[in-house]
């Protein structure tokens, strides 16, 4: 009994990723209707990002000592004498890297931003009220493009990137039950859930929000309104772009960066469809929903069926419904 | 206000909706502007508020100016910031946000326009039933209600000409009558220029000081209103006067059947 417990919340944490991937997916297909099929890649160049500005360039001979590893003389002192392994010892592992860590985060949003402009600038914005089918297409030959300009600029794979919060291990009793996480794994879930609310409550609740929710309704009669479209066109590549790099650094910090990130699209779309392409409560809730079957098949089946048997039930709710848990009807017509 | 010059209009690049259209709307005048399903009044008026490009249509030969300025190359949503807005037909409410919300969004034509600021009020005293209804979901309103919140964005955007396609469409007639009472209101009080697309010609004849007979892509007929009202051809075909079981003078029904038969194909 006690381990459905762990392995639930496990399945959480992991759906709550799923859900930051998603939220790309949702706003772009919100906005311009575009199923972006290289989220993943957006979300791959993320990633290789953040190991530019958190690992290549501390490396490099010319950067400063800070940079590589902050160490003033109060938390060197407060290291010495700690034991391995000690809780406190992790926290300041990760002070030690929070130099990287920021520099790495804000590296690789604003490079993530500039890629979704130029991909939104040059190969959508001119395909703009002729077929969304075109567009579409687009994002598919962008995934060869993507992943082999990954291959050409960043020769090497890597498998350490600093994680974003100190990896402390928690014990805490839940139902008298002991569960046992690593805080990067709270605090990157925590982010996620975060930062999707964040996302909800603004197009739900600001004017900016007004104006995607209108374009989402009625392309032509919100520009006929004086809402620039194509701003709310680039603002939505913008968001994808950067809750991509984020959710590429923290895919960095648990599996290591190589090309194979960009595969996370295919199945994070998968979830999207189950959830209804345009709602972001009913895709959050697929993505917990995914997670959590995931961790489950992961403890009773093992490894090799987690990655199946979830999307086995993806395809059966699209079955059934094919516009999702939550959607549109109109997501049919695409 | 508004010229269009000999406009010609095509379709993806292969089916020719206008074929050298020109009409005139006046600075501070109700224009209306009448013709028969397919006539290409819709497209005349999305060539006005360059939304054509959005649905693959193209302005060819012509020329389009909104206050002496050339509209080729303004954005839709510049064009409204201008003052020019386009109240479409079948309302094209945003259905799944709130009445509210819709003025919001109608509230960006106001960006960047300094000293401007969007009276959500004014618009609920015209339409109380529209305040009563702020925080509902637009798509649940009533068809009347619904043209009037079409109405009220552009009351929001306080602009200098509203273009009204069918505003009388699938409505009552005594919302229709409250429709136009408020067209005739704003241009009163505000003097909004007007340039109304109907089917209905009693109505818009009510408001109107000038108007535009069209038919296939082209102007058949204009006039000021009194003339066009007593036009026999206009009487019997758009007024639906002297068909009414009575006996009709023999040559000009001839005459007009002729006309309408145009008309109609
Ligand atoms: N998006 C479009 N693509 C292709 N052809 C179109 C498009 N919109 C209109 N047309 C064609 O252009 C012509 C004029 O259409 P338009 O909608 O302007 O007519 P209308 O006078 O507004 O008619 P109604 O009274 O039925 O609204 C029609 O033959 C129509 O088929
Ligand atoms: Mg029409």
């Known amino acids: 009994m006690g381990q459905i417990l762990q392995f639930g919340i496990n399945g959480l944490m992991s759906g709550a990723i799923y859900a930051l991937i998603a939220v790309g997916i949702v706003s772009v297909f919100k906005a311009t209707k575009v199923v972006n099929f290289a989220h993943g890649y957006l979300i791959m160049f993320g990633a290789y990002f953040y190991f530019t500005f958190a690992v290549l360039l501390p490396g490099m001979s010319w950067a400063p000592a800070w940079y590589v590893s902050w160490e003033p003389a109060w938390l060197v002192e407060m290291k010495e004498g700690l034991p391995m392994f000690s809780p406190l010892g992790a926290v300041l592992d990760w002070l030690t890297n929070l130099p990287r860590v920021i520099i790495g985060l804000i590296g690789a949003l604003a490079a993530n931003a500039v890629v979704g402009l130029i991909i939104e600038r040059v190969l959508m914005r001119p395909l703009m009220g002729q077929s969304v089918f075109a567009m579409i297409m687009v994002t598919v030959g962008l995934i060869s493009v993507m992943s082999g300009g990954a291959q050409l600029i960043w020769t090497a794979d890597a498998n350490y990137v600093p994680s974003l919060a100190p990896n402390t291990p928690i014990r805490f009793t839940l139902f008298d039950t002991q569960i046992f996480l690593f805080g990067t794994d709270l605090v990157n879930a925590v982010i996620a859930v975060l930062l999707f609310g964040a996302i909800v409550a603004m197009v739900q609740f600001t004017k900016g929000g007004v104006a995607i929710r209108a374009t989402a309704e009625d392309q032509s009669t919100a520009y006929s309104m004086g809402i620039s479209v194509p701003r709310v066109f680039a603002r939505a590549w913008v968001l994808a772009s950067l809750t991509g790099a984020i959710a590429g650094a923290i895919l960095a910090t648990r599996n290591g960066v190589s090309p194979s990130l960009g595969l996370f699209g295919f199945s994070v779309l998968a979830i999207v469809l189950m959830g209804g392409l345009d709602s972001y409560v009913g895709v959050f809730i697929a993505a917990l929903v995914v997670g959590v079957l995931e961790a489950m098949t992961q403890w009773k089946f093992g490894g090799d069926w987690a990655g199946i048997v979830p999307y086995v039930a993806v395809l059966l709710v699209i079955l059934v419904r094919p516009h999702g848990l939550f959607g549109q009807k109109e997501v049919e017509r695409i | ?265």
Not at chain 2, 45 to 73: P, Q, W, Y
Not at chain 2, 175 to 193: C, H, K, Q, S
């Open chain 2, 1 to 265: 206000m508004l010229s269009i010059e000999n406009i010609e209009v095509t379709y993806h690049h292969t089916v020719q909706a206008l074929r050298g259209l020109s009409l005139e709307v006046p600075k501070g005048r109700i224009v209306t502007l009448l013709g028969t399903n397919g006539a290409g009044k819709t497209t005349t008026l999305k060539a006005a508020s360059n939304l054509l490009r959005l649905e693959n249509g193209e302005v060819g030969e012509g020329r389009i100016r909104f206050k002496g300025e050339d509209t080729r190359h303004i954005a839709p949503d510049m064009l409204v910031k201008k003052g020019l807005f386009h109240v479409r037909e079948g309302r094209r409410i945003f259905a799944e946000m709130t009445v509210e919300d819709n003025l919001i969004a109608a509230s960006y034509a106001l960006d960047g326009r300094p000293g401007l600021k969007a009276d959500f009020d004014k618009v609920y005293d015209f339409f109380p039933q529209l305040r009563e209804r702020r925080k509902q979901i637009a798509g649940y309103l009533s068809g009347g209600e619904q043209q009037m919140l079409a109405f009220g964005r552009a009351m929001i955007a306080q602009p200098e000409m509203i273009l009204m396609d069918e505003p009388s469409l699938g409505l009552a007639p005594k919302v229709v009558e409250e429709i136009f009472e408020t067209i005739r209101r704003l241009n009163a009080e505000d003097g909004t220029t007007m340039l109304v697309v109907e089917q209905n010609a009693g109505v818009a004849f009510s408001v109107a000081d000038y108007g535009y007979i069209m038919e296939s892509g082209q102007i058949v007929m204009e006039g000021d209103v009194p003339t066009l009202r007593n036009d026999p051809d206009i009487q019997s075909f758009y007024l639906g006067v002297g068909g009414e079981g009575n006996v009709r003078q023999s040559f000009r029904d001839v005459k007009h059947y002729k006309r309408r038969k145009r008309w109609l194909s």
